[in-house]
């Protein structure tokens, strides 16, 4: 074990595992690494290697938080990775993030004393198949819908973040960032402007070449301009640059609840249905 794991050889693993099974897309921790900037110092990670590769890395946010990844050909790794989370969240209550379908992942946790979190908000995972590109789908009057043409389309995109997000993050350099990682694509970078100049809307795609699928991360609308059809524009403009580049399925993670229907409802209106979902198994501090 090492302490600290690199985002790269995470997206890595991430990448050789990815199955409609798994929880990480490679494109995703590729946003979640980068966007979160300077926060990244405040993280705890660690990473398990063997023969120049990682089969297992961990990451807390936030003490008592985490995520992880354990090469499903390295299970036996799990124990270790669950000892170096507690050993390092002494005194606080625990949670972990796991896919429902983690079954075993979830056995293991279930033998530690972890149990279900009922209360945990409803996270789901969707996904749809891509064929031919869609038809762009029409905008309202004045509205333009734009590709990120480079760096100088940073502040545009970090500003329409930090509304649609209501967060003070990223900082432009942040964003600027995001855009150097090997894997962003300009083309699946798109947002709209409003008649007044206001970057209004957004969709970021990733795509994995090895299994043809896109993540989208993330979507977001700026509050003043939504239920316009502005992220349902970019969406489909993403996915069409997507199948130009090779794609062949497309995979979003969304909140699910009464409380906010806009994520869910959005994915669903351009054909994504839900295949998986997260689950949350807490254990009190002892
Ligand atoms: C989710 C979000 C991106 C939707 O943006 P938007 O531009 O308002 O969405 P659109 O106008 O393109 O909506 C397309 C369709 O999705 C559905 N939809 C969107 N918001 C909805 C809502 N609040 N309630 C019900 N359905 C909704 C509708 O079917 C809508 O079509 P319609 O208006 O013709 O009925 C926006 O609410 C947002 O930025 N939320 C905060 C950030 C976020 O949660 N992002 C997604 C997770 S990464």
Do not use: I, K
């Not at 379908?101 to 979830?106: A, G, T, V």
């Not at 991360?217 to 239920?227: H, M, N």
């Not at 316009?228 to 640059?241: I, N, T």
């Amino acid at each position: 074990m090492v302490e600290g794991a690199d985002a790269a050889a995470a997206e890595d693993l991430a990448g050789r595992l990815w199955s409609w099974s798994s929880r990480w897309h490679p494109g995703e921790l590729a946003w979640l690494w980068r966007a979160a900037g300077p926060g990244v110092a405040s993280w705890r990670t660690a990473s398990w290697r063997a023969g120049g590769r990682t089969l297992a890395w961990a990451r807390s946010t936030v003490p008592g938080r985490l995520d992880l990844q354990v090469d499903t050909a390295h299970d036996g790794l799990t124990p270790a990775v669950l000892d170096w989370f507690e050993d390092g969240a002494a005194g606080h209550d625990l949670a972990v993030t796991v896919l429902e379908r983690e079954s075993l992942l979830r056995e293991v946790l279930l033998s530690r004393g972890y149990s279900p979190d009922v209360d945990a908000p409803s996270f789901l995972h969707l996904r749809r198949r891509l064929a031919a590109a869609s038809p762009p789908a029409p905008l309202p009057p004045g509205y333009v819908l734009r590709s990120v043409v480079g760096a100088q389309d940073a502040d545009a995109r970090t500003g329409l973040h930090r509304a649609a997000f209501a967060t003070p993050e990223p900082a432009t350099a942040t964003y600027r960032a995001v855009m150097a990682h090997p894997s962003y694509r300009p083309a699946l970078d798109r947002f709209v402007v409003a008649p007044d100049g206001t970057p209004a809307a957004a969709a970021l795609g990733w795509l994995d070449p090895r299994s043809g699928v896109l993540a989208l991360e993330p979507v977001g609308t700026d509050p003043r301009f939504r239920r316009r059809g502005l992220a349902r524009a970019c969406v489909l403009a993403v996915l069409g640059a997507a199948v130009e580049l090779g794609a062949t399925h497309a995979r979003v993670c969304a909140r699910d609840g009464a409380a906010d229907p806009a994520p869910r409802a959005t994915y669903e209106a351009v054909g994504f249905r839900p295949y998986a979902r997260n689950v949350r198994l807490v254990r009190p501090a002892r």
